[in-house]
């Protein structure tokens, strides 16, 4: 009986237009535009970089050849600046002000070790939060794909659950529906679940935009870049993603559902659930944060402890420990949400108008 009624409110969502908007056509394209953005933006840093001036700051102890030898080098770095410099101080001050790339103390028997071809001891200064691409892409995937995955999940969830209930009560169907031989319990199951397929589709389809972005339309050629996404989005990581995804998206469900049956119009459940949209899409920022680790507390808070776990995998940091503790506490809260929308949509004077 579940699942009867589960495939009749399925063909009704996937026929509405706008449903399949928001859980279909905007997901998949959304990666596209991100990813023909951030190919632009690589491009422009890339060639800013490659005819950007190197400047080197010196502080040495004494005559030596130092700067010499830097010019020298071939410009296959870019052009070269050698700046000296009195003391250390004030070469560090300037390379934090990103007005120095590197920055070198030679002491004073440079000249010596050179002359006897041994290695000449030198400190260098630089900007160690210029990250590598690959370090930097992670950070970005990190941060991004949790956030975008869990407004998807919430936004797909949104509006079957406002038409399944609220827009029930609007079209009078709902008091046919309750006097057939099905358990309430039932009902709600069944249309529970398309509400939970619906927030899954619309973030299984922004992975999908993600796929046909980098293999379908090539919008990304850099054999490196690829290589990186490619260790990112795999089969392990996908699996990982969608095991904490499925709770979050029951949790996600289990919130709109008591709002969709207590309201009255289908605008009423639309202007309260859009708010509660960036309060509970508004910890999925925390993946942009740096600093930020999945620990025992971070695992503890909704949202949170998947976005974190999700950055952590992205990194190959993730301890199994705090990946279950974290699946644990979501299961906890999609059977409370569960539990709590059985209690709204068992009581007589919400679900009739």
């Avoid at 706008?18 to 422009?44: K, Y």
């Avoid at 936004?155 to 209930?165: E, K, T």
Wanted: charged fraction near 20%; hydrophobic fraction near 50%.
């Amino acid at each position: 009986m579940i699942f009867t009624i589960f495939k009749k409110e399925l063909k009704d969502t996937l026929r509405d237009r706008r449903t399949f908007m928001t859980m279909i056509v905007i997901p998949v394209l959304i990666f596209p535009v991100i990813l023909n953005l951030f190919v632009g933006v690589s491009e422009s840093y890339s060639k800013e970089s490659a005819t950007k001036k190197v400047k080197i700051g010196i502080v040495s102890e004494g005559e030596n050849s130092i700067s010499k030898e830097l010019k020298e080098i071939p410009k296959i770095i870019g052009d070269k600046e050698i700046i000296s410099y009195k003391d250390t101080l004030s070469l560090i001050q300037d390379i934090r002000k990103d007005s120095l790339q590197i920055g070198l103390f030679v002491n004073g028997n440079f000249n010596l070790h050179l002359q006897e071809k041994t290695a000449a001891p030198i400190s260098v200064y630089f900007n160690a939060t210029e990250m590598g691409m690959q370090d930097r892409i992670g950070k970005l995937a990190g941060g991004i794909l949790p956030y975008i995955f869990i407004a998807f999940g919430f936004i797909g969830c949104m509006y079957p659950a406002i038409d399944l209930f609220t827009g029930e009560k609007e079209r009078g169907t709902i008091e046919t529906l309750l006097t057939t031989p099905v358990k309430r319990w039932q009902i709600l199951f069944g249309k529970m679940g398309v509400v939970v397929l619906s927030g899954l589709l619309a973030a299984t389809c922004a992975l999908v935009g993600l796929f046909l972005s980098i293999e379908v339309f090539k919008l990304v050629e850099d054999q490196a870049l690829l290589a990186i996404i490619h260790s990112i989005l795999s089969p392990s990581f996908i699996i990982a993603l969608f095991a904490l995804l499925f709770p979050l998206t029951i949790f996600f469900a289990g919130i709109m559902i008591p709002i969709a049956i207590y309201a009255k119009t289908f605008k009423e459940a639309q202007s309260i659930i859009t708010p509660l949209n960036i309060v509970m899409v508004l910890p999925a920022m925390i993946g942009f944060f740096p600093g930020i680790k999945l620990d025992i507390v971070t695992a503890c808070i909704p949202v949170v402890n998947v976005v974190l776990s999700t950055k952590e995998l992205i990194a190959g940091t993730l301890e199994t420990k705090f990946l279950i503790l974290s699946f644990f506490i979501m299961i906890v809260l999609a059977i409370s949400a569960i539990f709590f929308s059985y209690k709204r949509f068992d009581k007589e004077t919400n679900v009739i108008q």
